[in-house]
């Protein structure tokens, strides 16, 4: 292999590819990043088995070849070599790779390309085509609700469903719930129900940026996986088997109180209130007052306290419909339901202080997050 490419372009494609790379793996082959010749093209591939990456980047190719190389050695040396340009030559024989730039020498010890995981040959046939702007803004929405347990691995993932020209996706785990749904700019060929795990759903809204236009999706039958294809990058991922709970049956049929409130002025009194509910069990007491007369503004108070730092109280303004409620919320789950609102205002539904709280953008009803209540104390 003897191949030249502009540094920055390689640079670029290792930070795609690299967060695909496993870190602590028996099978030293997956610490490595694959390098191969590709009809013109250099192609650069990760994987951990769960999640590959690969990306192809513009190259001039004057012997083909391929081999693996440390990851970690390779986007470091990479990031701080001095030229323009940098060639690559590999030694076959001996699995070393030369890494020549401006007065820069290097080789890097390879294994054998042989070794690496195949990746699969996409079959984009029947792909459903999302747009990157509005798929990118789905997944931050639904993607941070997701579980971190692995002994719950179904919700770690996000359920995406894909009817007609709607896609669903969901994600819980096991105290909040988010929902966004969406009109796809053409119908799927066929339906899906998938659950995609949440940690590529955010490394490929990472990956794409809003200059590419489309997303192809695709779901090989009998492979378990997904395939997303984005301008030159592609992200493999294995499905997670199981089935999601029926989050249906979770949001709240209706309400006692819908509270109305600016969306800026009610993340920020959440802020202050996390400073000092991070000490304890993250617990913030929301008290909704609707207004006791025409004179009197209905309002929210937010409150936390912590037995080592003190206390905070925020009083926000709002627009109460209905009865008043003492209701308390894991601080931070509020805050982050909140920063993936975009609307100025937001409606707060509660029933009680032992039932769930809703948080919906008010003006668009394709998001809804639903929050479990504390206890009181």
């Known amino acids: 292999m003897k191949v030249t490419i502009l540094q920055e372009n390689l640079a670029r494609g290792l930070g795609i590819v690299s967060r695909a790379v496993s870190p602590r793996s028996s099978l030293p082959v997956l610490s490595n990043v694959m390098i191969a010749t590709d009809e013109g093209r250099l192609r650069l591939s990760a994987t951990n088995l769960e999640m590959g990456i690969t990306c192809w980047i513009a190259a001039r190719i004057e012997e083909e070849g391929s081999t693996t190389v440390p990851a970690r050695t390779f986007v470091d040396l990479v990031n701080t070599l001095p030229g323009e340009q940098v060639a690559l030559t590999l030694d076959a024989s001996t699995q070393t790779l030369n890494v020549r730039s401006g007065t820069s020498t290097n080789d890097i010890k390879g294994i054998d390309s042989q070794e690496f995981p195949p990746m ?14 509005d798929f990118k803004e789905i997944i931050h929405q639904v ?4 579980s971190t347990d692995e002994a719950r691995p ?3 993932g996000v359920l ?27 119908a799927a060929p066929e339906s899906l129900n998938i659950i995609v795990p949440a940690r590529a759903l955010s490394e490929l809204a990472r990956i794409a940026t809003d200059g ?4 192809s999706m695709a779901v090989p039958k009998g492979r378990g996986q997904v395939i997303f294809r984005v301008k030159d990058v592609e992200l493999v991922s294995q499905l997670i088997d199981g ?13 006692k109180s819908r509270t109305l409130v600016s969306t800026a002025s009610l993340l920020k009194a959440c802020k202050q209130a996390e400073i000092f509910a991070r000490e304890g069990t993250n617990v913030a007491r929301l008290e909704i007052k609707p207004a006791q007369g025409e004179m009197e503004p209905s309002e929210v108070e937010i409150s936390a306290t912590s037995e080592e730092t003190g206390k905070n109280e925020t009083i926000v303004e709002a627009t109460v419909d209905g009865s008043g409620v003492l209701i308390a919320f894991n601080v931070k789950y509020l805050r982050e339901a909140l920063e993936v609102i975009r609307t100025p205002n937001v ?11 809703v948080v919906r953008p008010v003006g668009e009803d394709d998001f809804l997050h639903v929050i479990m209540p504390m ?3």
Request: aromatic share 6%.
């Open 120 to 133: 699969p040959v996409p079959e984009l046939d029947g792909a459903v085509q999302l747009n990157v702007v």
């Open 143 to 146: 993607a941070f609700a997701a």
């Open 154 to 156: 179904v919700l770690m």
């Open 160 to 186: 995406i469903i894909v009817e007609g020209d709607r896609i669903t996706m969901a994600a819980a785990d096991g105290f909040r719930l988010s929902v966004r749904n969406a009109i796809l700019s053409a």
């Open 212 to 215: 590419d236009e489309t997303i």
């Open 243 to 255: 089935t999601f709970p029926d989050y249906q049956q979770i949001i709240p049929r209706g309400y």
């Open 347 to 357: 409606a707060l539904e509660t029933s009680a202080a032992n039932a769930p709280g």
């Open 375 to 377: 206890h009181l104390g």
